[in-house]
């Protein structure tokens, strides 16, 4: 079993950066992909980006391509997503995913998930 906390959200106005945390514990040995997903009140959740849990690749959704980054310390066990130039768009909870499958997109299957951090942006 692998346990996932998120940290880091909060409230910004638009224009301004946000980084996003999720500390990984457990098994950690299985993991091969992680990802970071989001909910907005009303919506559906959505993929926001993914990586390579060894290799570091990674896939973004089109709507934060070339402003959000997401990386990972796999010596830490961490996961974090750069978040920059935020819209009101992006608010949302922000989920952070877990899969032991060598994938790291939208549709991988995801066996670990966290609780959520909050993000609002305002206008």
């Known amino acids: 079993q692998v346990q996932l906390v998120e940290s880091g959200g909060g409230l910004v106005q638009a224009g301004d950066s946000l980084r996003l945390s999720c500390a990984a514990s457990?098994?950690?040995?299985?993991?091969?992909?992680m990802a970071w997903f989001r909910q907005a009140p009303g919506k559906e959740r959505e993929f926001v980006a993914g990586?390579?849990?060894?290799?570091?690749?990674?896939d973004y959704t089109d709507s934060v391509k070339g402003r959000f980054s997401i990386s990972r310390d796999r010596a830490k066990n961490m996961l974090y997503l750069q978040m920059n130039s935020l819209k009101p768009e992006d608010t949302a909870v922000y989920y952070c995913?877990?899969?032991?499958?060598?994938?790291?997109?939208?549709?991988?299957?995801?066996?670990?998930w966290g609780q959520g951090t909050q993000v609002t942006v305002s206008s």
């Open positions: 457990g098994r950690t040995f299985v993991i091969n992909g």
């Open positions: 995913a877990a899969s032991r499958t060598n994938t790291w997109g939208p549709r991988t299957k995801y066996d670990s």
């Open positions: 990586i390579s849990w060894s290799g570091g690749s990674t």
